[in-house]
């Protein structure tokens, strides 16, 4: 399932994470790249020091997490400190899949659900779409600033190359309480409409029987 968060960031903390960037350095992406993911990844990467990435994840994350929209579609019950990706004219990021188990050794985790947060406005750069090959074909998202994409990490992806100006965006991976994508797909559906029933009908008995539910299946299908 392929989720789009609209407003994840709002504009001072967009205004905010800009000016952290701006002043940044950034080193080649490669480094941080998989085996396979090397030979097409063709971007740069925030290097700061702990302090600096300490607060810009706080600014990104806090948001991201808090968000009802990414904790219904993702369940998270671990999330990635964030990469800052910068491509400028020319860069792209060829077909690739993200590297199954990421982190320190000790401090590893599943990657389930990769987001991408839009940190610059779409006006700002031409071509530079993110392309998900789903089972209904190709997806192109290419979002406003402050919106967030969610995918299914397992999909292969790309970012077209940038034609012109700069594409800057916050990317994170999580591991998530449901490991199956169809079954955090279905719980999601689920999560809608026991949503809209608590809000139309709430106490009525199809909205306490969709509840119950939704809760024991996310019981019964959650790992921690
Ligand atoms: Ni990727």
Not at 156 to 183: C, F, K, Y
Not at 185 to 210: K, M, N, P, V
Request: proline share 5%; net charge negative.
């Amino acid at each position: 399932m392929l989720l789009i968060i609209p407003q994840v960031l709002g504009r001072t903390q967009l205004d905010e994470i800009a000016s952290r960037l701006n002043d940044g350095r950034f080193v080649d992406g490669r480094f941080s790249a998989g085996k396979t993911a090397r030979h097409v990844k063709n971007n740069e990467e925030l290097h700061a020091n702990q302090r600096q990435m300490e607060h810009l994840n706080k600014l990104v994350m806090s948001p991201l997490v808090q968000n009802p929209l990414f904790q219904a579609a993702a369940m998270p019950c671990r999330v990635a400190s964030p990469y800052y990706a910068r491509y400028s004219t020319g860069m792209s990021y060829g077909d690739h899949v993200d590297d199954p188990v990421m982190g320190p050794p000790g401090g590893q985790y599943r990657s389930d659900v990769s987001t991408t947060v839009f940190l610059n406005d779409p006006d700002c750069y031409q071509g530079g779409e993110l392309v998900i090959r789903t089972s209904y074909g190709e997806q192109k998202v290419k979002l406003p600033a402050g919106d967030a994409v969610t995918y299914p990490s397992s999909s292969l992806h790309h970012i077209n190359e940038i034609t012109a100006g700069e594409r800057l965006v916050a990317v994170t991976w999580t591991q998530s309480m449901i490991r199956d994508p169809q079954q955090r797909e279905l719980l999601f559906q689920l999560y809608q409409a026991r949503e809209s029933l608590l809000e139309t009908q709430a106490g009525s008995e199809d909205a306490t029987r969709i509840d119950h539910v939704y809760v024991n299946l996310v019981r019964m299908w959650s790992e921690l």
